[in-house]
């Protein structure tokens, strides 16, 4: 899939928009634009300062939803809140299968494509088996046999839904790569989700975003 990001992508016809307050997938959870949720923030009191970034505290809106198709049933659900976070539920078949929410750590724009293309191919952020970012250790949390060599990222398209009612507004390519690391002292995992994106043909960015794996049981949905 990588060919994409090299300018040899397959013709193919153009895919029909949906129409205005259409919604190509059924968000999960009753989640939706315009609908807003809170998180338990509880596990910050336990042990102040020991993660990365801590989710937003209050209700939060979602001004727009993101759906990544990953086939044979498998898909993204992103909720983008108001500060700078998202709620992201993976589901199988309809299915709930994880709940994660991310704040947005940082953001790189690089100077021109070239630079984009090289570190989608070849930087260690995007599939190195173990990264130093933000004054910690990261180990590539993807499944692979690769052992400690670089592997590629995980390519996905992602569709954008804002407005109300809402609509299919904008779309982009991701070129992925998650990672984790202990926190001890939460016995929990805190999660690193590098991605670059490609959102048209002179916009691209490098985006750091760090979370937690959720449950239900931590957030309350209105």
Same mark, same amino acid.
């Given at each position: 899939?990588?060919?994409?990001?090299?300018?040899?992508?397959?013709?193919?016809?153009?895919?029909?928009?949906?129409?205005?307050?259409?919604?190509?997938?059924?968000?999960?959870?009753?989640?939706?634009?315009?609908?807003?949720?809170?998180?338990?923030?509880?596990?910050?009191?336990?042990?102040?300062?020991?993660?990365?970034?801590?989710?937003?505290?209050?209700?939060?809106?979602?001004?727009?939803?993101?759906?990544?198709?990953?086939?044979?049933? !498998?898909?993204?659900?992103?909720?983008?809140? $108001? +500060? @700078?976070?998202?709620?992201?539920?993976?589901?199988? =078949?309809? %299915? #709930?299968?994880?709940?994660?929410?991310?704040?947005?750590?940082?953001?790189?724009?690089?100077?021109?494509?070239?630079?984009?293309?090289?570190?989608?191919?070849?930087?260690?952020?995007?599939?190195?088996?173990?990264?130093?970012?933000?004054?910690?250790?990261?180990?590539?949390?993807?499944?692979?046999?690769?052992?400690?060599?670089?592997?590629?990222?995980?390519?996905?398209?992602?569709?954008? !839904?804002?407005?109300?009612?809402?609509?299919? $507004? +904008? @779309?982009?390519?991701?070129?992925?790569?998650?990672? =984790?690391? %202990? #926190?001890?002292?939460?016995?929990?995992?805190?999660?690193?989700?590098?991605?670059?994106?490609?959102?048209?043909?002179?916009?691209?960015?490098?985006?750091?975003?760090?979370?937690?794996?959720?449950?239900?049981?931590?957030?309350?949905?209105?």
């Amino acid at each position: 899939m990588l060919d994409r990001l090299l300018g040899r992508r397959p013709a193919a016809p153009a895919a029909a928009l949906p129409g205005p307050g259409e919604l190509a997938h059924a968000p999960p959870l009753g989640l939706r634009v315009g609908g807003r949720l809170q998180f338990d923030r509880t596990m910050y009191g336990v042990a102040p300062g020991v993660m990365t970034e801590e989710l937003p505290g209050g209700y939060q809106g979602v001004p727009c939803y993101g759906h990544i198709d990953l086939g044979d049933g !498998y898909a993204l659900h992103r909720f983008y809140l $108001d +500060d @700078d976070a998202f709620l992201q539920v993976s589901t199988v =078949s309809g %299915d #709930v299968d994880g709940i994660q929410g991310f704040i947005f750590h940082e953001t790189v724009h690089p100077p021109d494509k070239a630079a984009f293309q090289r570190f989608v191919t070849g930087d260690a952020h995007l599939g190195a088996a173990g990264i130093d970012y933000a004054g910690h250790r990261w180990t590539r949390a993807t499944q692979t046999t690769a052992g400690d060599e670089r592997i590629p990222p995980m390519v996905y398209d992602e569709v954008l !839904y804002r407005h109300q009612p809402p609509r299919r $507004d +904008d @779309d982009l390519t991701h070129y992925a790569m998650l990672y =984790s690391r %202990d #926190v001890p002292e939460l016995s929990r995992q805190e999660l690193l989700l590098v991605s670059a994106e490609d959102s048209g043909p002179a916009d691209f960015s490098i985006t750091y975003s760090v979370g937690v794996e959720l449950t239900i049981a931590d957030l309350d949905i209105t």
